[in-house]
């Protein structure tokens, strides 16, 4: 299984190592660096590595590499999910998943690597159970743990782990009792030239933020759960329930948790919520070329469309931009080429237009292609798929929850060619 | 380290504090000189908690950048026994870390541990085990091998956890200790509880994975135990199932993997070889029994199917490639949506998820061409993903997508990402040559991006066009010309060479430019890359043998120069050309074939997918991954020839080894929370110490004797476990007795569920009586008290039985029409009753919509009165009622009512022609709705068939009022097989996915033949299409009357008349295709019989046999 982890960051260094077995000398991220420097773009670093005597399995998250060694056959996504899920963790405790962060509680990120791993295979991977043994750093406590020089780690019994549902502690109690859900929905979609939709479906999810005290069991109900073709939960939810009845019935994690995702696949119909109007072509005579983008609102069912904003990959010869918005603002980046125009709010009356010419590198030809929109746009109160949650009930506590349901569809990977 | 500590208590803690106390853990590392170290010393020696913990934090940051800390190991392990949890654990991991560079010091800490492998507390006895077993010292192996033996025998599931991960460390350590670590494992898989059962499989896996052995007994425990497992574990025993399943079961897909491997292969261009295959094994088939899925094999489908939904991608892609290696071909099919899934995740597991998908497409391409449009590519994906994103595209394509891919990839061919354009025109050029219909416009479209700008691009295309045209060179003489005009601008040495070897080959088709451009290269000769200068080598040899008289001089010009070339590859080259092509008196007689060898018609290049094949690797492993064989990769093993015996998965209910159910954990969990803090060690240590030590002088004793020993020595230690154990045992009472109460609830409630339910499949049928004995022992006493916890534990029960007959009504289903197997056979009462109240019920409800007569009435009786006259036995057949009710049409159920909510759906295959489709076989459905509401547009929806079956749906039913039962029929083209009909069936709220697979002696009319057309039509069918078997006859088959009804019983056949009494003769049509069935029983002395059926169609023909066999012998 895993036998060691090294995190390096994106300028190379190798600031951390932790070995579950025997000891694998750092040399052996040579070969990552080699990989890393033919890959160019950190993206296309191969996921998997194979050296004369280990295969390095790398995930790359927020800036840093993940990259693990192992000396045997183990299933690729094994390795690849549970280097995410430390990453998860990673961000769980300390706010951010980030070198500094890292670097900052390093004693803390040892000892969670510690437990999460045995012997190279996974041990306990709930972040109920782990801090349970381990207490994420706050400020307070950080303040207090320097005064006193008490600890970090828990000296209650890790009994989470003991538990045929893993993913509760024990003894939660809350004053207030609360359950929130977020409906969260993101339009992955490809428009073409025309407009015409190539390529759309929906992914949603449903986080969940529950503090409820003792063990309640919960069900939440839909009003159109036919929407919901293709689905995963987390390990909480009763499959069976779900299958007969089309309810999700669960023994809540404590606290913030992603309680399923689903995905609503192109076949059926799904609302475009924006169309844009571009145009973008470049010359061959003189050093130039124009761009006219003009966004406006489709199937919006009546919901305003915010925090819009359009971004295009700029072929490597365009220079700079001289643009002109209706509304809000752009940027023009001549190292990345990336030209982002942020609108904001989408207001129908007077849709925003970007207007304007590009200047080419002189004597260079004309690029072949032209460039792709990117599209991110945020509408509140609205699950585009039309999913609808009927109902919250509990089972086995007495007193009476808030609850709250949440909607928010979001683009994906939302993108229009030209 | 005694000196240090003196200087320690001369110098006292407090003093050195504020030194230290400034200085954060980060700070100080990067100097790693000594006196830092001296200072770390003195802080671990120091009596105060909060200096030690502090010295620990910065070891261990040392630790994690990687510096060495080696040489503060004496200061560190003595702090091994330290009340502070915290300093406790890190010198844990301080010592895991360097225990196998200092083994001797290492030592000092291991009585600690032993000291903790006593402790009453579970999670103090495992981490003390786990820590033992992390240090890698080989002096302790015989410590811990009795360690881990006692641990695997513990009370609590979660030290028998960590006891199965020790298994590995210690294998690791020493494998010699394998033998004995195997019968742990062994224990250890016996295991009833989910925590365990992961772990142990893992261990399985690493010590002994082919011990394939050890699983038969737990097989169906780890199936059913496996959705509760955690997701790691599941996916290690799905991947140890897979393997399981392979060498134990036979190959689902046994009669139709020929059909689909000859379809498969014309793609790829067949060959000869192939068909004699074929051949051979269509005469195999033809012996081979029809295929019966094992119950046991059903089981591990039926309970890793849910597990698709996980949201640990790991365990989908388990999922997937059981399914995919495991999987009847029809039921491959539902991983598409899970793994398409998958796609949306982060980019590293899109990439594994796309390598996998991309195998699979080659072997199964319909599976995923609903799915098509999500592996369309988006400008941000990284290179890699577009690649294999394109592969799988490219593999999906066929006549009918292939435009919409085209125009796809069109978009491509602009990308900025020149790789990526490239591996789109080499995709192209895979289409091009797999899908004949779209070779030109390929062809066109990649003539057109010649003239592209990017130099890359025309390269990519020049390779590809050479490729395509070397499978139809006469049609395009004009590109070839076209192409020889880009020698001046192309720089590429590959598109070079490639044009290059096109006008040489091809030479005849451009006789005038040819030796121009041989002319042109001449000049260039020395400035050419290597591979260039080979081909312009070939292209004067080719020129010289068609055009002597215009290259002579010049082919003579290129050789020279190649004479005296830097490569040693190109002066061979010269030197081997010259001697063939130009005539001396030394050449002899090679040279007369030099035209041939040179312009031999060379066969087209196949262009095929990196892909093709990897499937010998287990999908989802590394080495599928990489292609290659990874180290400690379990070779997928082939399906055997005929299934071993199955029976060796029967467990014996009374076990011996006690069982430690799912309450343990909770009950544990609540008395812990007494007791002390983690890790504490606030107990004497005289006492324990001493004990320890004498365990594990007694066990190293008796260590190398085998391990029946091992359970003794378990219970004399729990013996000298004084007070505590005692009360151990009584936990261990009350947990029986809660155990007691939630098996008698469970027990209440299952006969009800049985009465309701119908059969059980054997196998958890067998497993189920075992528990109600058990609980029939204990039953009595308990009263109703029932703790919440357990409450809930009930409820997981629930679910999980429900889940168990549930299936099990799923199974039938599926196994009924098959065959109908003798041990049903008393289940079968019980069914009748339902089957007759129905029948009732449409009595009742004469006046349905549908047109065809309700009244199942033997359909044989009617038209068979005419052919049967005269002989002795119509009028017995003539009055369906008497006879047994194996005459009569056997309901089957579509939609049980508490899957249904409700609404109970049963259907039949009336045999009536079915009206409006002829070759469409009836299938008569009954409605039932048992709720309080109506029950409105009931309809179908999405028939998911196999190609070329049909479904003519029934009208669709506007309404059914409570309690009220409609019957409607509906037509079905099975294409003659046996394969399930899917579909939705729907109501106003629900959706049900229902299938309806038939009987083969559904799949038949009657046909009316004489005697003399039957013996006429019997001699065309000889040879393959004869299927003949003997068999006994049934106790009750006394007579031909009986014999008749049960052949028509059991196919819709008619009679056909016949002379001896000995003979019964049966003829009917299949359904479909109208091919001729004909049965013949001869009936011999002391019961014996003949069977035999001629049928062109050899599969229907043994699938028929079989049904008889079993009917006749009944």
């Not at chain 1, 207490?135 to 320097?146: A, D, E, Y």
């Not at chain 1, 004309?366 to 109160?381: H, R, T």
């Not at chain 2, 005269?870 to 017995?876: A, E, I, Q, R, V």
Request: with cysteine.
């Amino acid at each position: 299984m895993i036998h060691s982890l090294f995190l390096i960051n994106n300028a190379g260094d190798l600031f951390l190592e932790k070995h579950w077995k025997s000891v694998v000398s750092r040399s052996v991220c040579d070969y990552f660096f080699e990989a890393r420097e033919k890959a160019v773009e950190p993206d296309n670093v191969p996921p998997v590595i194979r050296t004369p005597h280990h295969y390095l399995i790398n995930i790359y998250r927020e800036k840093i590499f993940f990259v693990s060694v192992i000396q045997t056959e183990v299933p690729p996504l094994f390795v690849i999910e549970f280097l995410h899920r430390v990453a998860e963790t990673f961000q769980d405790y300390f706010g951010e998943c980030s070198e500094t962060t890292i670097k900052d509680n390093m004693v803390i990120v040892y000892e969670l690597l510690e437990e999460m791993l045995d012997n190279g295979f996974p041990l306990a991977t709930e972040s109920n159970i782990l801090k349970e043994l381990i207490r994420p750093p706050t400020i307070l406590r950080s303040m207090v743990n320097t005064i006193t020089g008490s600890s970090n780690v828990g000296d209650t019994l890790p009994t989470g782990q003991l538990s045929t549902i893993p993913w509760r502690r024990a003894g939660v109690k809350y004053t207030n009792n609360e359950a929130y859900f977020d409906v969260v929905e993101e339009i992955d979609a490809i428009l073409d030239k025309s407009g015409t939709t190539v390529f759309a479906e929906i992914q949603g999810v449903i986080d969940a933020c529950v503090k409820l005290s003792g063990m309640p069991d919960l069900t939440l109900s839909f009003m159109n759960p036919r929407l919901l073709d293709d689905v995963s939960f987390h390990p909480c939810v009763r499959y069976k329930r779900w299958e007969s009845e089309r309810v999700i019935s669960f023994i809540p994690p404590d606290g913030n948790f992603q309680l399923m995702s689903y995905h609503i696949s192109a076949q059926n119909l799904v609302a475009i919520p924006i169309y844009v109007k571009q145009n973008i072509s470049f010359f061959e005579t003189g050093p130039s070329g124009r761009l006219d983008i003009t966004v406006g609102p489709k199937q919006t069912m009546g919901k305003t469309v915010e925090c819009l904003v359009v971004t295009v990959h700029m072929p490597k010869v365009v220079l700079s931009a001289s643009l002109n918005a209706t509304q809000g603002t752009y940027n023009y980046d001549p190292v990345t080429k990336i030209l982002v125009w942020d609108i904001g709010k989408l207001n129908p009356q007077k849709l925003p237009n970007l207007k304007g010419s590009l200047s080419l590198q002189s004597g260079a030809p004309k690029p072949e292609e032209n460039p792709s929109l990117n599209i991110d746009l945020k509408i509140q109160q609205l699950a585009i798929s039309g999913l609808k949650v009927n109902r919250l009930d509990m089972y086995g506590e007495k007193y009476k929850p808030f609850k709250g349901v949440k909607y928010v569809t979001k683009a994906g990977k939302f993108q229009v060619r030209t | 380290m005694s000196a240090s500590s003196a200087f320690s208590d001369e110098k006292g803690g407090s003093a050195s504090e504020p030194e230290y106390g400034h200085d954060p853990a980060s700070g100080g590392i990067f100097s790693s000189d000594y006196k830092r170290h001296d200072d770390l010393k003195e802080m671990l020696d120091s009596n105060k908690d909060s200096l030690k913990l502090e010295a620990m934090k910065r070891i261990v940051a040392m630790i994690a950048r990687g510096k060495n800390a080696s040489d503060l190991f004496p200061a560190v392990v003595k702090n091994v026994a330290c009340k502070n949890i915290e300093v406790k654990k890190l010198v844990y991991v301080y010592l895991v870390r360097y225990a196998e560079e200092q083994q001797d010091l290492a030592l000092l800490s291991i009585s600690t541990f032993q000291r903790g492998l006593k402790d009453p507390n579970q999670l103090i006895r495992a981490s003390a085990l786990r820590v033992l077993s992390s240090i890698r010292v080989t002096i302790i192996v015989p410590i811990m091998m009795l360690a881990i033996k006692e641990a695997a025998s513990d009370m609590s599931p979660y030290v028998r956890k960590t006891a199965a991960h020790a298994i590995p460390k210690l294998h690791s350590l020493d494998p010699e200790q394998k033998d004995q670590l195997i019968e742990v494992i062994e224990k250890l898989l016996a295991d009833k509880t989910t925590l365990v059962a992961g772990s142990v499989v893992m261990a399985f896996e690493e010590v002994c994975p082919d011990r394939i052995d050890l699983i038969h007994k737990n097989y169906r425990k780890l199936c059913n135990l496996l959705i509760d497992v955690e997701e790691w574990g599941q996916v290690v025993i799905i991947n140890m199932l897979t393997r399981y399943a392979r060498t134990q079961f036979l190959n689902p897909n046994i009669n139709e993997s020929l059909l689909e491997e000859s379809s498969d292969k014309a793609f790829y261009a067949s060959d000869d070889e192939e068909d004699e295959d074929k051949k051979a094994e269509v005469a195999t088939l033809a012996k081979r029994k029809p295929y019966v899925m094992d119950p046991d094999h059903r089981l591990l489908l039926r309970n890793t199917k849910p597990l698709l939904q996980s949201r640990n991608a790991a365990v989908v892609m388990a999922v997937a490639q059981l399914y995919f290696h495991l999987a009847p071909k029809a039921e491959v099919g539902i991983i598409a949506k899970a793994l398409v899934r998958l796609m949306r995740s982060h980019s590293e597991v899109q990439y594994v998820v796309l390598q996998n998908v991309a195998t699979m497409t080659i072997k199964r391409r319909g599976m995923f061409e609903p799915y098509l449009k999500s592996f369309y590519i988006r400008s941000t994906d990284p290179t890699q993903i577009k690649i294999l994103k394109l592969e799988v595209l490219t593999n999906l394509a066929n006549e009918t997508n292939i435009s919409t891919i085209l125009r796809e990839f069109q978009t491509y061919i602009k990308s900025m990402d020149k790789d990526f354009v490239a591996a789109s025109i080499q995709a192209i050029g895979r289409c091009a040559t797999n899908i004949g219909e779209v070779r030109d416009t390929c062809l066109n479209g990649l003539v057109q991006l010649l003239s592209n700008r990017d130099e890359l691009v025309v390269a990519e295309s020049v390779v590809v066009i050479k490729k395509l045209l070397q499978m139809q060179p006469e049609q395009h003489s004009d590109i070839i010309k076209h192409m020889a005009k880009l020698i001046d601008n192309i720089q590429v040495p590959m598109a070079r060479a490639s044009i290059l070897w096109l006008i040489g080959e091809y030479c005849e088709h451009v006789p005038k430019i040819a030796p121009d451009v041989l002319r042109k290269m001449a000049k260039t000769f020395n400035n050419e890359e290597d591979i260039v200068k080979l081909q312009i080598i070939n292209l004067a040899a080719k020129l010289y043998l068609t055009n002597s008289k215009q290259t002579k001089l010049l082919t003579q010009y290129v050789l020279n120069l190649a004479k005296y070339d830097q490569n040693y590859d190109i002066r061979d080259r010269a030197r081997f050309i010259r001697q063939l092509i130009v005539p001396t008196d030394k050449s002899g007689a090679l040279n007369k074939y030099a035209k041939k060898l040179f312009l031999a018609l060379k066969p087209a290049p196949i262009l095929e997918s990196p892909f093709k094949d990897r499937d010998h690797f287990q999908l989802g492993s590394l080495s599928h991954l990489l292609n290659a064989k990874a180290g400690g990769y379990q070779e997928l093993p082939d399906w055997p020839e005929s299934a071993p015996d199955p029976s060796v998965r029967n467990v014996e209910v009374k076990d011996s080894i006690p069982e430690w159910s799912k309450c343990t954990s909770r009950k544990d969990r609540k008395e812990k929370k007494v007791e002390k803090p983690f890790y504490s060690d606030s107990e004497g240590e005289s006492g324990p110490t001493e004990s320890a030590d004498s365990e594990s002088d007694t066990g190293s004793g008796s260590e190398s004797a085998s391990a029946s020993d091992e359970s003794g020595s378990g219970s004399e230690s729990e013996e000298s476990g004084e007070e505590t154990e005692s009360e151990e045992e009584e936990e261990d009472e009350e947990k029986e007795k809660k155990r007691k109460k939630r098996l008698d609830k469970t027990k209440a409630k299952k006969p009800a569920e049985e009465s309701a339910e119908s059969e059980q499949s054997s196998g958890t049928e067998d497993r189920k009586r075992g528990r109600k004995a058990v609980k029939n022992q204990k039953s009595a006493s308990e009263s109703e008290s029932e703790s919440e916890s357990s409450e809930s534990e009930d409820e997981s029960e629930e679910e999980e039985s429900e889940e168990e007959s549930e299936s099990d009504t799923d199974i039938r289903k599926k196994k009924t029409p098959v065959s109908k197997q003798p041990p049903k056979q008393s289940k079968k009462e019980s069914k009748k009753e339902t089957q007759e109240m129905s029948l009732l019920d449409l009595d009742d409800f004469e006046p349905a919509p549908a047109s065809a007569p309700v009244t199942p009435v033997n359909f044989l009786s009617s038209s068979l009165v005419s052919d049967l006259e005269g002989l002795s036995l119509t009028d017995t057949i003539l009055a369906p009622t008497t006879i047994a009710p194996s005459g009569l049409i056997k309901m089957y159920e579509l939609l049980h009512r508490i899957t249904g909510e409700g609404l109970a759906v049963e259907y039949c295959f009336s045999r009536q022609p079915f009206s409006p489709e002829p070759n469409m076989v009836a299938v008569q459905i009954q409605f039932t709705n048992n709720t309080n509401s109506e029950t409105k547009n009931l309809h179908i929806e999405e028939p998911r068939m196999q190609s070329g079956m049909r479904i003519r749906e029934f009208a669709e039913i506007d309404m059914l009022a409570a309690g009220e039962s409609v019957t409607v029929v509906m037509g079905i083209d099975f294409c003659d097989s046996t394969q399930a009909a899917n579909f939705q069936l729907c109501t106003h709220t629900r959706k049900f996915f229902v299938s309806i697979q038939p009987p083969v002696g559904e799949l038949m009319t009657p046909a009316f033949l004489t005697e003399n057309d039957f013996k006429k039509e019997q001699g065309k069918l000889m040879g393959m299409n004869e299927i003949s078997e003997k068999l006994t006859l049934g106790e009750k088959c006394v007579n031909e009357h009986v014999i008749v009804e049960r052949v028509t019983a059991t196919a819709n056949l008619s009679r056909v008349p016949c002379g001896s009494d000995k003979e019964c003769r049966f003829a009917g049509k299949t359904v479909s295709s109208g091919c001729l069935v004909l049965v013949t029983v001869t009936t011999k002395e002391g019961g014996a019989a003949q069977l035999t059926v001629n049928c062109e169609k050899m599969v229907i023909g043994t699938m028929l046999v079989k049904d008889m066999m079993q009917a006749l012998s009944q």
